[in-house]
């Protein structure tokens, strides 16, 4: 077979043409670039910044911290990082409260001196604050306490139980113990005083983080409905044992959404209702599925700000709860005939996004896609009136509300789709102030006084590194790591190029190209198909994919040109783009691959006959779907870790897009490649690995008897026994590039 004969011949060759770049150092991956510095973190006084990297054959991560005034990096233990006290612009007087070691520990916000107060039980978790600085509250099981740090008391302010006859019977035992006798208190807690438990028989056991209001007085607590799901199993082929053992792992996609139903507990009264969502727009109907994300409570007013989700992600409300009333008052309606989503928002109905209260406390902030792109926008109770605090063809993608919620500090792609620049934004102005603008990205954390700032940047050629600065003067940054090995830096990358092609349906659409020399232009072409289906890769920054930008800096290197595409479904070109594929996945956004054929073939001289597709996970997807459904458009693919029936992969993504498969089949069939096997006759290369728990070995063992059973030719599949979705191992990385890069040399040159 003139592909298995060519194999040696051409890797042999390949790694004399370019010396200095060789698959098996490139596949190292951080072994060749550099452990990159992640999560830069403020320590709660400002003093230090905290970060950690995670070096190749380690298990572990390496932990640091950068301080200040040393002016000195330091590795710090596990016990170290564990004990490290870091700040969170959103996270208020938890900056200096939390759970640890079985002790509540409390840090004084000017001396920083920390106090602990023992526990009564070590289940203790969910840890709230009150208008009372002095109390708190812990949830342990299904029980709520309050925790006086003033006297050193302790009250369980009640217990929800689903029935008596339900009721555990060591919970009462222990109870009583501690009721009882003074001895076994002592033991526990010498300074802590119980008072008899309370008992709340509510018909259901309630799900998840019980919530206080700050008064101590009103509880919300949710009965979540779950469909019955079969869980998957995920077989261990090598093992210590050499015995094979199943891993469970997720469920397909249902044919039913989850549910959630809020109740509201006034613990003065003792009055339980459930709150009644029937009145919200376009509810439709009054057991509509939704999914209600956790309450953010008023400091000054017994208020609750909400975001609720339809379980089908097609509506999306902001609400507010009057506690002393139950009544729900809607403040925002969101519905897209697709999925709601969007930076700021998400795709993810269990994931929260931008909300919260500014100080004045009737005034409520969020993100909203409803112009297109996702925007920040403020809405005042009273007065009813919204504002946009930011407009245009672009995205916010981080939010930053100011300590004294003056201002906010935004980063946004608003001077490229493929930029993240980060600005101060004046809501009362409607001012914008660039503070970080260079060609790249920004993740910013700003310092507790809000003076200061801790940055990853990178470029396209650059890698990710910590910088600090101050905000009224950014070019006064202090790059805190160096993180590239000698072997990366002495390598001269190109720069890709971030171009626009126009696509048959005449939106523009974005891609990075890597051109050759032109004497060593060989007229050939890869398109490169990104995963995740929304995640972006056409920017200049660093990619998630730095394999496979360094693995198209060797194909260039030898004449082929290269396009990576940011094909309809992608991050960073707002609403329309994102949902593009709804109920059709390898539509859109596979013509887009088409289009981008044609674009090169007629802007770059490519030989029309000669041009390759690759991808993984959602790239592997679309490799298989063009080879299927666009049969002699593509010379060759490869299919890296790919969805091969939708209705085999995990609910909430997939749904999202296509629906749910007992009401919508059509979209299923007409998005899995399985079912378009048949016209497979351009050369196919699989790979895929086998304890992959999230596009699982079996997509690719169906789709192979699919082929089997249709007599189809000129197709491979390379397994890797030891390998999930995100290859961990160099062989496994070298040995699927090695194929990949044979596969093109074969059918491309």
Same mark, same amino acid.
């Given at each position: ?43 709660? !006084? ?166 206080? !209001? ?235 006084? !809000? ?53 048959? !349906? ?244």
């Amino acid at each position: 077979m003139k592909f298995t004969l060519l194999l040696a011949f051409v890797f042999s060759a390949f790694l004399s043409i370019e010396a200095q770049l060789q698959l098996d150092q490139i596949m190292k991956g951080p072994g060749f670039v550099g452990a990159l510095p992640e999560a830069p973190e403020w320590s709660v !006084d400002g003093s230090t910044i905290y970060y950690w990297k995670k070096f190749p054959d380690s298990l572990q991560r390496t932990y640091y911290s950068y301080h200040f005034g040393q002016k000195k990096t330091t590795i710090l233990t596990k016990q170290e990082w564990q004990n490290r006290w870091v700040w969170a612009s959103s996270a208020g007087p938890f900056n200096y409260l939390r759970i640890q070691d079985d002790m509540l520990q409390r840090r004084d916000p000017k001396t920083q001196q920390v106090k602990t107060y023992p526990l009564l039980s070590n289940a203790f978790w969910n840890l709230q604050c009150l208008n009372d600085p002095q109390k708190v509250i812990f949830q342990e099981g299904q029980s709520l306490w309050q925790y006086d740090m003033q006297y050193g008391l302790a009250k369980q302010l009640i217990s929800y139980q689903k029935s008596k006859a339900q009721a555990p019977a060591s919970d009462h035992l222990s109870a009583a113990e501690r009721e009882f006798f003074e001895s076994i208190r002592k033991q526990e807690l010498q300074s802590v005083k119980f008072d008899i438990p309370k008992v709340k028989f509510i018909g259901f056991e309630p799900s998840g983080a019980l919530q206080v !209001d700050p008064t101590a007085r009103y509880v919300l607590l949710k009965d979540e409905k779950q469909p019955e799901e079969t869980s998957t199993e995920v077989p261990h082929f090598i093992s210590a044992d050499a015995h094979v053992y199943n891993e469970k792992a997720r469920s397909k996609v249902l044919n039913e959404e989850p549910s959630q139903r809020l109740f509201l507990h006034d613990l003065r009264s003792d009055s339980l209702v459930e709150l009644d969502f029937s009145g919200l727009s376009q509810m439709n109907a009054a057991d509509r599925a939704l999914i209600i994300h956790p309450a953010i409570f008023s400091q000054t007013k017994p208020l609750a700000l909400f975001d609720i989700r339809s379980a089908d992600n097609k509506d999306r409300w902001i609400v507010t709860l009057d506690l002393q009333t139950s009544q729900i008052n809607e403040l925002q309606h969101q519905h897209d005939s697709a999925w709601i989503g969007g930076p700021g928002i998400s795709s993810w109905n269990f994931e929260t996004g931008t909300l919260g209260w500014l100080v004045d406390g009737q005034t409520i902030y969020y993100q909203s896609e409803e112009t297109g792109y996702s925007h920040l926008y403020t809405f005042d109770l009273q007065t009813k009136m919204k504002m946009a605090l930011t407009s245009g063809n672009f995205e916010v993608h981080q939010v930053f509300l100011a300590q004294d919620s003056n201002a906010f500090y935004v980063t946004t792609n608003m001077y490229h789709p493929g930029t993240r620049s980060f600005h101060k934004l004046d809501p009362k102005k409607l001012e914008i102030i660039p503070i970080l603008l260079e060609l790249g990205a920004y993740e910013v954390q700003l310092s507790p006084d !809000d003076k200061q700032l801790a940055y990853r940047f990178s470029t396209s050629t650059q890698p990710w590194e910590i910088y600090t600065s101050t905000v009224k003067n950014p070019k006064s940054q202090f790059k805190i790591t160096t993180s590239t090995t000698e072997a990366y830096q002495s390598y001269q990358w190109q720069k890709p190029e971030v171009i626009s092609f126009e696509a048959t !349906d005449g939106i523009p659409v974005y891609a990075r190209l890597y051109k050759p020399k032109e004497e060593n232009k060989n007229d050939a072409a890869v398109l490169f198909v990104h995963g995740a289906g929304y995640l972006q890769n056409a920017h200049y920054y660093w990619s998630h994919y730095h394999r496979e930008y360094m693995f198209h800096q060797m194909l260039v290197a030898q004449g082929y040109t290269v396009l990576d595409v940011d094909y309809r479904a992608s991050e960073g070109y707002g609403r329309n783009y994102r949902t593009a594929i709804y109920r059709h996945m390898g539509g859109r956004d596979l013509q887009d691959f088409v289009d981008a054929k044609q674009f090169l073939v007629a802007n770059y001289k490519i030989d029309s006959n000669r041009v390759g597709i690759y991808g993984g996970s959602y790239g592997g997807f679309i490799t298989l779907m063009a080879l299927f459904t666009e049969p002699g458009t593509f010379a060759c693919g490869a299919a890296l870790r790919s969805v091969t029936d939708w209705a085999h992969y995990n609910h909430e993504y997939t749904t999202n897009i296509l629906n749910l498969p007992a009401t919508d089949p059509e979209a299923y069939r007409q998005s899995s490649p399985i079912y378009f096997a048949e016209g497979l006759q351009d050369p196919l290369l699989i790979l895929h690995g086998m304890i992959d728990d999230n596009v699982q070995f079996q997509d690719v063992v169906r789709l192979n008897q699919r082929l089997i059973e249709l007599g189809k030719k000129d197709w491979w599949m390379a397994l890797y026994p030891v390998e999930r979705h995100a290859f961990e191992y160099t062989s496994s990385w070298t040995d699927e590039y090695r194929r990949i890069y044979e596969l093109f040399e074969t059918y491309l040159k």
